[in-house]
């Protein structure tokens, strides 16, 4: 492996952690083995006038120990051998001889050296252990960490940033992260400085199709330099993870790829969950859009139906009863279809009109207008249709021309008169007055009627949206949503809002545009 033998690439990362790292590995273990044996060696020899040989076999122990727990299981076997060979030398009569003047010192020998052997074994095994617990507790962190930073994303932009980022902190490699679909693949985030060769793609797709590890350490594509895991999650394959490692750790740790495995599988799994997500939504968006079609064409054909029905009376009673009907009730039908008709024209233009501001294609003919004339002409356009209801008119003085599309700010003049008739209590009057604030023209429409809701003020300018207000007439729910739309395309704001006391007033503020600035040049 890339590092020592049976050593993963997270465990190296724990081991170069540790404070002995630098004694764990190569010939410095055997050395500071050696260097233990003689300070024990020395101290022995320092404590002989006060101890007895048997009691200096501990300190030879205490140096097995210390060696098994910081340089390893070889290098504590090498510091037994040396501490019986030490102690028979050194202390053993006669000294500074290898030669035994009491045989039961070979006992003591044997015991030395296997109570060595037993305790490096046991204590490398108790650190061995440990390294694995800090790995699994790296590893199970990592993966936390990958499942919230996963959790969090909204989006496969930063889902693949957060996979990127938390394997290139896991791994100490190099990741990107390829998404899509067969021939479709493309990179959606990488490690910085990690560039893609060209046929990493084509590897990535065959990893895709297969669904099986591919690249560097694996039996498929092992000329790869990269090695590619595929994210399966289900029946579905969301991508390709490319990693750069060195080929043994994928080749012969299992602990590794079943790691590998595991980051792969929650990254599918969020990918997955994003797809659903976005299934789920356009699923509620083909639910939202369908109601509303419903919606629309329920109120179509209503609002079709019922002048259609009225000329279609008027008309079949003049035809079918003429000859028994008087003048005056003949004029009266004809005066009905006509006002129907006209009711029916109104209701397509306004729908002719809505499309033409939802495609964008209102094209605005502006032209200095004088609105005194703009508010005259809206009132005589709907005075047949008042009944006597009176309109107060209230403009400042010397009101400038205004750049404005006079057909279409007539439209939403009537538009906004209608919508007052029909809120408009009887015996009540509506209201029209402007004036200028700043460079702006404001335009309001009043009326006394029973107001709107407060909840229902920021709707009343969407489409086919109807105040559930019992006292008004039905209607499209168009002729507001035109007004804004055309208000809007001017440059200018509308709102509604309710009066004191009783009734609704409608706001109209528009740009003064570049006619008032020659009118007041002329001035």
Request: aromatic fraction near 4%; hydrophobic fraction near 45%; proline fraction near 4%.
């Amino acid at each position: 492996m890339s590092e020592s033998q049976g050593t993963s690439t997270l465990e190296t990362a724990v081991l170069r952690s540790r404070a002995h790292a630098a004694w764990y590995r190569g010939g410095g273990a055997y050395a500071a083995s050696v260097a233990l044996v003689a300070v024990a060696t020395l101290l022995c020899d320092l404590a002989r006038p006060y101890l007895s040989p048997v009691n200096m076999v501990m300190g030879y122990l205490l140096v097995v120990v210390l060696a098994a727990l910081f340089l390893g299981r070889r290098p504590a076997v090498l510091s037994a051998f040396l501490g019986v060979l030490a102690f028979d030398f050194y202390f053993v009569p006669p000294r500074l001889s290898f030669r035994i003047a009491d045989k039961e010192y070979l006992v003591t020998f044997l015991a030395l050296f296997t109570v060595g052997l037993v305790i490096s074994s046991l204590v490398a095994k108790a650190r061995e252990s440990l390294d694995a617990l800090r790995v699994r507790e790296r590893q199970t962190a990592s993966l936390y960490r990958l499942s919230r930073d996963l959790a969090a994303a909204t989006d496969t932009v930063s889902l693949a940033a957060a996979a990127v980022a938390n394997l290139e902190d896991s791994l100490g490699g190099q990741v990107a992260l390829i998404l899509g679909r067969e021939e479709e693949l493309a990179l959606a985030a990488a490690s910085s400085g990690f560039a893609l060769p060209p046929e990493a793609l084509q590897v990535a797709e065959w990893c895709l199709r297969s669904r099986r590890l591919a690249g560097a350490g694996t039996d498929s594509y092992g000329g790869d330099r990269l090695t590619y895991v595929p994210l399966k999650a289900l029946a579905e394959t969301h991508g390709v993870l490319a990693l750069r490692l060195e080929e043994q750790d994928v080749r012969q740790d299992v602990e590794l790829q079943r790691l590998l495995s595991a980051y792969a599988t929650q990254i599918a799994m969020a990918l997955e969950r994003l797809r659903l997500l976005r299934q789920a939504q356009e699923t509620r968006i083909l639910k939202e859009r369908e109601n509303l079609e419903r919606a629309l064409l329920n109120s179509i054909s209503h609002d079709l139906r019922t002048p259609l029905t009225a000329i279609t009376g008027a008309l079949s009673a003049v035809l079918e009863e003429g000859e028994k009907l008087n003048g005056s009730s003949r004029t009266d039908l004809l005066q009905t279809a006509r006002e129907e008709a006209a009711r029916l024209n109104r209701f397509v233009g306004n729908l002719l009109d809505m499309t033409r501001l939802e495609a964008g294609v209102l094209q605005l003919k502006k032209e200095p207008c004088d609105v005194q004339d703009l508010i005259g002409t809206a009132i005589a356009t709907v005075e047949a249709r008042l009944c006597g209801m009176p309109v107060s008119v209230r403009l400042a003085p010397e009101l400038p021309l205004v750049s404005l599309d006079f057909v279409l700010m007539l439209q939403v003049l009537v538009n906004l008169l209608d919508n007052a008739l029909k809120h408009a209590a009887t015996g009540g009057e509506l209201e029209v007055d402007a004036h200028v604030e700043g460079e702006r023209l404001v335009l309001g429409v009043a009326d006394r009627g029973p107001g709107v809701p407060e909840a229902d003020l920021p709707h009343i300018f969407e489409k086919f949206y109807r105040t559930p207000v019992p006292e008004v007439v039905g209607g499209t729910g168009l002729g507001l949503s035109i007004c804004r739309g055309i208000v809007e395309a001017h440059g200018g704001s509308i709102r509604a809002e309710n009066r004191k006391g009783k009734g609704l007033k409608i706001v109209v503020e528009v740009p003064l545009g570049a006619a008032a600035e020659g009118r007041a040049d002329e001035g």
